[in-house]
């Protein structure tokens, strides 16, 4: 019956604790006393016992809250100074105007921002106005791209929307093609 015993004087225990966290939020002036049974657990009462010892609870913490009405509400002004604003946004390749030749179809673009990315932005790649990526990497790679004309815009977003449009650069890719004859 250890099982049993173990479970009576883990609920002492517990009851031990729920008597002294009462005793101690209660503003009662009570004593407490404090004591070890016979199978060493602590145990307190407010009822004095033969060998219980006398706990001296010190004052009990207390907070004065600020009444609602002198809660300013208005919104805090954010000390915050404003990001310089960018001075370079290129796409560096393809060029403007250009033309090369590429197999797979695999057209890798390449660009530059100056100053550097802040953290809350990113970069939005749209060839052709309809595939769009967002990337905060300075390079992008589009797989498969059609042989033909194509444009490409490059633009700085947040999360509220377009911070600074690029150029738009128009290239051609040259692609072999395999025709049938039958």
Not at 143 to 155: A, I, K, P, W
């Amino acid at each position: 019956m250890k099982t049993c015993s173990f479970i009576r004087s883990g609920f002492k225990f517990i009851r031990g604790g729920l008597l002294l966290s009462c005793a101690l939020t209660l503003p009662v002036a009570a004593e407490i006393y404090r004591w070890v049974d016979d199978q060493g657990n602590v145990e307190f009462s407010d009822v004095p016992r033969e060998g219980a010892e006398k706990v001296e609870v010190g004052p009990t913490a207390t907070i004065t809250l600020p009444k609602l009405s002198d809660i300013d509400t208005a919104p805090a002004q954010e000390d915050t100074v404003a990001a310089p604003p960018y001075e370079k946004l290129l796409i560096t390749f393809p060029e403007h105007d250009s033309a090369f030749n590429t197999a797979s179809g695999d057209v890798t673009v390449m660009m530059e921002v100056v100053p550097g990315l802040y953290p809350n932005h990113s970069l939005r790649l749209t060839l052709d106005g309809s595939q769009s990526v967002t990337t905060k990497q300075n390079f992008h790679k589009f797989s498969n791209v059609d042989r033909g004309t194509h444009q490409l815009t490059l633009e700085i977003v947040d999360n509220s929307g377009v911070v600074l449009a690029g150029p738009t650069v128009t290239f051609t890719v040259h692609r072999p093609s395999v025709l049938r004859r039958n």
